[in-house]
């Protein structure tokens, strides 16, 4: 798709639980080419936002495209040629504790080309795992040998096993120190610019925002309210933008100099 295309187009959803209605009338686009990061509250439905987009969760209403495609009321299987267009890393990496980290990137090989002989899974896994930035020995240690950052990369090569074009990432660097968190940015990016990804990140990190994201995408009163820079956003009268942003966190992010930003 043309850089800057609509890639995922979201258009008056509806998401309840019982009596909570966590989304109604949400809309939201994603462009072709750019990390969009995703923030709200908690328990503004950012995850619910994202499982409603891969299919994991049926919306109560509304309408879903991806690549230009129609996602919801359709089976898992007349949607297997949408699905392997993408990869996800959920919150923790979500590795399988009793497979490998190979083996983990195999999984989703071996579900959509059963026909792969194991000396090219091998092959594919032992890849992956470099372009995540492990190294070549991290393919033969299971998940619980493996650091938290560690982990979170092995999360990212799994993710990028099917050559993906789109990469969901749901709070990618929660849970690491700040240097860990900058070096994983950085992969974000380095991927996004090297492999021409676009992709969808939910995070509360100010610095990731600062660092990578193209745009922004706020949810708050069960919807996304607003969608841009964080320039454009912080132009905005909204209260919730107003404290996440100007507060003294979202200050200190935006103080750091262009110089020391990822990518500079």
């Not at 989304?23 to 509250?41: A, F, K, M, Q, W």
């Not at 600062?210 to 320039?231: E, F, L, P, S, Y």
């Not at 912080?234 to 020391?260: C, K, M, T, V």
């Amino acid at each position: 798709m043309d850089r800057g295309a609509p890639i995922i187009e979201v258009r008056n959803l509806g998401n309840a639980f019982g009596d909570q209605v966590v989304h109604e009338g949400l809309d939201l686009t994603v462009r072709c080419g750019e990390i969009l990061g995703v923030v709200g509250g908690s328990g503004s439905g950012k995850s619910v936002l994202m499982r409603s987009i891969t299919g994991l969760q049926t919306p109560e209403a509304g309408e879903i495209e991806v690549f230009g495609e129609p996602m919801i009321g359709r089976d898992e299987e007349e949607a297997k040629h949408i699905r392997r267009r993408w990869g996800v890393l959920f919150q923790g990496g979500a590795l399988f504790s009793t497979l490998t980290v190979a083996e983990n990137i195999q999984v989703p090989i071996r579900e959509f080309y059963p026909g792969i002989t194991p000396d090219l899974l091998e092959e594919i896994a032992a890849y992956k795992i470099s372009m995540s930035g492990l190294s070549v020995d991290a393919g033969a240690k299971f998940p619980s040998e493996l650091s938290g950052g560690m982990r979170k990369r092995a999360g990212v090569a799994r993710a990028l096993s099917l050559d993906p074009e789109l990469l969901f990432l749901d709070e990618p660097t929660a849970g690491l120190d700040p240097i860990g968190a900058a070096k994983f940015d950085q992969l974000i990016l380095e991927l996004r610019d090297a492999l021409g990804l676009t992709v969808f990140l939910i995070t509360h990190d100010l610095d990731t925002l600062h660092a990578i994201c193209d745009r922004v995408a706020v949810i708050a009163d069960k919807k996304v309210v607003a969608v841009g820079t964080i320039k454009e956003l912080l132009a905005l009268d909204h209260q919730w933008i107003q404290e996440y942003f100007n507060g003294p966190r979202g200050r200190a992010a935006a103080s750091i100099d262009e110089s020391e930003k990822v990518g500079a």
